[in-house]
């Protein structure tokens, strides 16, 4: 073996020509492949990032073309007759279905803004972690879903979030004007409560912006565990503890989920801190409202924080005089409460004026439902019936 510059020496000019020559083509061919797959390891590197970037599925939002405020509230009736099962109802979450605006927004905005502006806020919007990285990723993930799925209602810059058509911005950056869960919880028609992983994997309530309680304050129940929250509900204790609280550890932001909840309140107020059994038994059918809520659970992927949302509709019984079939099921539904699951939803108070109501709707008498009647007649309550999220 002897060096290449030896060997160049050696040779002539002519026969110099052809090493170079293959020289300079291997030099460049590999040139080229380094190029290459260095630009192929870039499109590949893109490719990922766009996919991690992406864990929350915002590419599947279809941009809301027309003002969402002039309709009217889409509530759901997702009751069904028959046995009454104990489970938590679960479904994927519907991207174009997270958050949602009706005719009601202008108005219950402008009660939220005297919340959070209020001197005292924090009964309505607090949190234990000042400012953290949940909550502005809450906020940054709030903004990004609404001025992409309702771009003529929000819009961004760098610094402010803009509702147009009430002239009102909110900084999205430092220094805030309000606390970022005051002004993602601004945006949107929800409530909205942020929970941490802490001791032993169990989730606690950091905070929240309540402005739809069914019965309780915020100051009562933030720093709570999980099982703090729900342990009054019947039957949660002893059937969905353990599969709820291994659900809240293994939530990937991938596998957001929705679900529906159900109350019949005595007033027509959303902001209702009363217990519910302090009330007095009702005695008309026009006391009686069908409190329905939509609600969401969303792992946020950067500080893997848990985002609780609760779209709140509150809708008079007497309503449903004009949707018979709901009706009837919602009948069906509420007469097949365990004794424990009626006092929780405090049958007592509404319980006989919704009979009455029923009966005269639909046309049933006694004689027609005295045989279930006496099944599911609810017995006299032994303890309070408080209202769980």
Not at 216 to 241: A, F, N, S, T, Y
Not at 295 to 317: D, G, H, N, W
Not at 343 to 372: M, P
């Amino acid at each position: 073996m002897f060096p290449l510059t030896t060997y160049l020496t050696d040779l002539g000019p002519l026969e110099i020509g052809f090493p170079l020559i293959v020289l300079l083509t291997l030099i460049l061919r590999v040139t080229k492949h380094s190029h290459l797959s260095k630009k192929e390891s870039k499109d590949s590197s893109s490719k990922a990032q766009t996919l991690v970037f992406d864990p929350l599925g915002f590419r599947n939002i279809t941009p809301c073309k027309e003002l969402p405020l002039h309709q009217r509230p889409d509530w759901p009736r997702y009751w069904k007759p028959g046995k009454f099962q104990m489970t938590m109802a679960l479904r994927k979450l519907d991207i174009n279905n997270w958050f949602k605006y009706d005719e009601l927004f202008d108005s219950e905005h402008k009660q939220k803004v005297t919340m959070a502006t209020a001197p005292d806020a924090e009964n309505y919007v607090d949190y234990l972690d000042g400012i953290d990285d949940a909550v502005v990723e809450l906020l940054d993930t709030v903004v990004t879903y609404v001025t992409k799925r309702y771009p003529n209602m929000v819009r961004v810059d760098d610094e402010y979030v803009y509702i147009d058509h009430l002239q009102e911005k909110y900084r999205i950056r430092e220094p805030y004007d309000l606390h970022p869960l005051a002004v993602a919880g601004l945006l949107i028609m929800d409530d909205l409560y942020v929970l941490k992983k802490g001791h032993k994997d169990r989730y606690t309530l950091r905070g929240a912006f309540l402005a739809c309680p069914s019965g309780w304050r915020l100051q009562q129940r933030i720093g709570w565990q999980l099982h703090q929250i729900h342990d009054p509900v019947p039957m949660w204790k002893e059937k969905l503890r353990k599969s709820m609280e291994r659900f809240f550890v293994n939530l990937q932001p991938s596998k957001a989920i929705q679900r529906n909840n159900l109350f019949i309140q005595p007033v027509g107020q959303i902001f209702h801190v009363v217990p519910f059994e302090e009330n007095l038994k009702y005695e008309s059918i026009d006391q009686v409202h069908i409190r329905t809520e939509l609600q969401s659970l969303t792992r946020l992927p950067r500080s893997e924080a848990s985002i609780f949302t609760v779209r709140t509709y509150l809708t008079p019984m007497s309503d449903l005089r004009h949707e018979p079939e709901q009706l009837e099921a919602l009948w069906d539904h509420t007469r097949n409460f365990p004794p424990d699951t009626a006092n929780y939803k405090c049958h007592h108070l509404w319980g006989d004026v919704f009979e009455q109501f029923c009966q005269d709707v639909l046309g049933k008498r006694d004689t027609e439902i005295a045989s279930n009647e006496e099944k599911t007649k609810p017995t006299v309550p032994t303890s309070q019936c408080p209202a769980g999220f």
